[in-house]
């Protein structure tokens, strides 16, 4: 499985807040431990000494002031094991949304939805109760993440597709294969390795993967698999195949990328594979694709190293 890449400004805004979500969330485990092992009282001892010089410098110093008052009514018994297991509990929450996102699992985003909108619940009616102006300003951070969760967790729902280009991906026509279309895809698919792959692989990798492209190859690949094209004005201009609900070597031309042809090529084949009963789709994809498979629903379910460098296989559920 791939780590989430951010690619704009409140993409990385994004992975900021929710890395701060898994930092707080380890902290916690870590204080849930401290007060399994040691008794409040020397907590709050051993903080006494190590601030006695700062709060004999300044006695109003906010940080040494706040960690005494922190730990100063920490109370014993039940009150301490209730707030043990609280902050385990918040931590572990915390951290399997934290890690299932930055993951890119899509199962993480509704579950960080739901346990986030449960916390924030309960710090608004702790805020109604005391007024705390930290807790104020931590519900408003977790508003603004919440935010956050929701507008990425429509992006890799929904497929992107460019809404200036809807009559061009309206006039694409897909097909069965042709044997006369084999000299045509080898163009398609070499010029898009060429021009957009190369942007993540070697050289030497490249032309290792336009050798697999040849007419040849591609006329045989088209006997053992089910292979389909993308036509425009009688042109070919993308392909894909498929093995029962397994897809393979998708690829648009460059000249006609971000017009929905690949979107409407995978929707064809989901189609497909709907109708003869499979409950999911799968998928290789390169590190070039990975996202664009992302943004179609599809999930990471491994990683593979193959004669070509890295390869995800990511899936679909379809029922």
Not at 50 to 59: A, G, N, S, V, Y
Request: proline share 3%; aromatic share 12%; net charge negative.
């Amino acid at each position: 499985m791939s780590w989430y890449h951010p690619s704009t400004l409140f993409d990385k805004i994004f992975e900021s807040g929710i890395i701060i979500k898994g930092v707080t969330g380890a902290l916690e485990f870590l204080g849930g431990l401290l007060l399994f092992f040691f008794d409040p009282s020397v907590i709050h001892q051993f903080l006494g000494a190590i601030t006695q010089k700062e709060l004999i410098e300044d006695p109003h110093d906010k940080i040494a002031t706040f960690l005494l008052q922190s730990t100063e009514h920490l109370g014993g018994g039940g009150s301490r094991t209730f707030l043990i297991v609280y902050l385990w509990i918040h931590a572990v929450i915390k951290l399997i949304a934290v890690i299932g996102i930055l993951r890119n699992q899509l199962w993480a985003y509704p579950f960080s939805l739901v346990t986030l909108s449960l916390f924030v619940l309960y710090q608004l009616y702790e805020i109604a109760l005391h007024g705390s102006i930290g807790m104020i300003l931590l519900t408003i951070f977790d508003f603004f993440i919440l935010w956050l969760i929701w507008r990425e967790w429509g992006k890799v729902r929904s497929p992107i597709v460019d809404k200036r280009d809807d009559a061009t991906r309206e006039s694409i026509n897909i097909r069965l294969f042709r044997t006369t279309d084999a000299n045509e895809l080898s163009s398609v698919i070499i010029r898009c390795l060429r021009e957009v792959n190369s942007k993540d692989y070697a050289a030497d990798i490249i032309e290792k993967m336009c050798s697999y492209f040849t007419p040849e190859i591609i006329a045989k690949l088209a006997h053992e698999r089910q292979m389909f094209v993308a036509e425009q004005n009688g042109q070919p201009v993308g392909t894909v195949s498929r093995d029962g609900n397994k897809v393979f070597t998708m690829f648009v031309n460059p000249d006609d990328a971000g017009q929905g042809i690949g979107t409407k090529l995978m929707g064809y084949i989901e189609h497909l594979v709907v109708e003869e009963g499979f409950k999911y789709i799968e998928t290789g994809a390169s590190i070039t694709a990975h996202d664009f498979y992302h943004k179609l629903g599809y999930v990471d379910v491994r990683e593979s190293e193959t004669d070509f460098g890295l390869n995800y296989i990511l899936r679909k559920p379809l029922r």
